[in-house]
């Protein structure tokens, strides 16, 4: 049997302009180095993390109420230690706390034999997910497991499907430096849409899923707006409008919030013009003494994997 087992599970945007809760898909390269190993005991021991200070208590940390969900479902009192490197910061709207309750779930799982398919540790992830944010919301811990780009169809009853996306898009993620709470950020939404503006919102997210589908640049370009965050969420954003305008002018195909933010995500079509969107928009912090950073990927195919 297996004594220790290490995964990797991946950061996310999450609502991709219209998808407001609904839309999120993988990124490569950041996220978090979950190390799980038996203990003798049924203790789940949180060993300090490396990249962040997180809870140590069991029942404050995404990681080990994941576990600890997963652990209840099986009638397992499997102890563990449980060591997190994060490779990115919390508070990034890049689904930090999702990573950490997939990539428990999906590790522990591993340690107690597989007794569950990756799809099925969902719920567990979003117990995790739940504690972080206050509420269910699975579109940064469906991509975090599973990879690629993953919607939302209902939470009750939970149905997700994953769509394919154009191979050449690339995704520029740029993070300026402050910190965004995702609870304070769901309070900012408000809690009713005009039927005007709903009608702007699914036609959107129709034809977002179309553009995926058929690599309809010009139509994804179209499609990523957003009348429910967007507009209210901004505001925390140092230089939001400055950088969407120059990352739309250098070639940009939609451009929008990160989950709660900070982060914004550039999508293009080449690795070269978001290389030069980089360069433009960190002129564009560096006029204003302010940090940022950027991170170029593709979507990940993948989600939690063992390293
Ligand atoms: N869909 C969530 C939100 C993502 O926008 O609040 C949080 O990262």
Known sequence: MLEKVQVFAPASVANVGPGYDTFGFAIEELGDIITLTKRQDDMLKILPAEGADLPLEPENNVATVAIQSL??????????????????????????????????????????????????????????????????????????????????RSYEPLDIFQVPTPD??????????????TSMAKGLIPKEMTVKNA?????????????????DFELLGRSITD??????????????????????QLGSVGFNISGSGPSMFALF????????????????YEKTNQEVMMHLS?????????I
């Not at 009608?199 to 690599?215: F, K, T």
């Open 298 to 306: 593709k979507i990940n195919p993948n989600g939690c994997q063992v």
């Open 71 to 152: 652990l209840d479902h099986l009638g397992s009192e499997q102890g563990m230690d449980v060591h997190i490197k994060k490779l990115f910061k919390p508070g990034s709207g890049l689904g930090s706390s999702a990573s950490s309750a997939s990539g428990a779930a999906f590790a522990a799982n591993i340690l107690l034999g597989r007794p569950l398919k990756t799809p099925e540790l969902l719920i567990h992830a979003l117990e995790g997910e739940k504690l972080a944010s206050g509420s269910i919301h699975a579109d940064n811990v469906a991509p975090s497991l599973l990879g690629g780009f993953q919607v939302m």
């Open 269 to 284: 079509k080449d690795e070269k013009s978001a290389r030069v969107c980089q360069k433009y928009v960190k002129e564009i």
């Open 227 to 248: 009348r429910i965050a967007e507009p209210y969420r901004k505001q925390l954003i140092p230089q939001y409008d400055e950088v969407k305008e120059e990352a739309m």
């Open 199 to 215: 009608r702007e919102q699914w036609g959107n997210v129709g034809a977002l899923i179309h553009a995926m589908h058929s690599a």
């Open 168 to 181: 050449n898009l690339h995704v520029l993620i740029i993070r300026p430096d402050v910190e965004v709470k």
